[in-house]
Nanobody, 124 residues
Framework: QVQLVESGGGLVQAGGSLRLSCAAS????????MGWFRQAPGKEREFVAA????????YYADSVKGRFTISRDNAKNTVYLQMNSLKPEDTAVYYC?????????????????WGQGTQVTVSS
C-alpha cells in the first residue's frame, strides 16, 4: 500500500499561482504513476493531470493545459502540481492518486490509492 498526503492548497487571487505537493509513504514510490484530480462543490470529480512512473510522460486535461505542470521527485517520494494563471473555476478540492497499472490514467477508477485532498480557492 501507499499513503498519500497533499499540501500547498490555499486562497489565491485570480491570475496567481500555487504549488501543490503530494508526499507518499509505504511501497516504493516509483512503482506508481501519479495523478491529480479535483472536485468542486456540487460537481463530479475530474481529472487534472497525470505523470508516468519515472516522469517521462505527462498528460493534462484540456482545461489546465498550458497553465498547470505536473512533476515528480522519486528521491523525495513526492509529486507536484504547479498551477499558474489560476482562474476562479479552478476552485476545488485537489486530490493526488497513485496508479499501479501500466500507462497513464485519466479516470478515477484507474487509480488505486488516494489522498485526503487539499482545498484550493481562487478569488476573482
Amino acid at each position: 500500500q501507499v499513503q498519500l498526503v497533499e499540501s500547498g492548497g490555499g486562497l489565491v487571487q485570480a491570475g496567481g499561482s500555487l504549488r501543490l505537493s503530494c508526499a507518499a509513504s509505504g511501497r516504493t514510490f516509483s512503482y506508481y504513476a501519479m495523478g491529480w484530480f479535483r472536485q468542486a462543490p456540487g460537481k463530479e470529480r475530474e481529472f487534472v493531470a497525470a505523470i508516468s512512473k519515472i516522469g517521462t510522460s505527462t498528460y493534462y486535461a484540456d482545461s489546465v493545459k498550458g497553465r498547470f505542470t505536473i512533476s515528480r521527485d522519486n528521491a523525495k517520494n513526492t509529486v507536484y502540481l504547479q498551477m499558474n494563471s489560476l482562474k476562479p473555476e479552478d476552485t476545488a478540492v485537489y486530490y493526488c492518486a497513485a496508479r499501479s497499472g501500466y500507462g497513464l490514467g485519466s479516470h478515477g477508477a484507474d487509480y488505486d490509492y488516494w489522498g485526503q485532498g487539499t482545498q484550493v480557492t481562487v478569488s476573482s
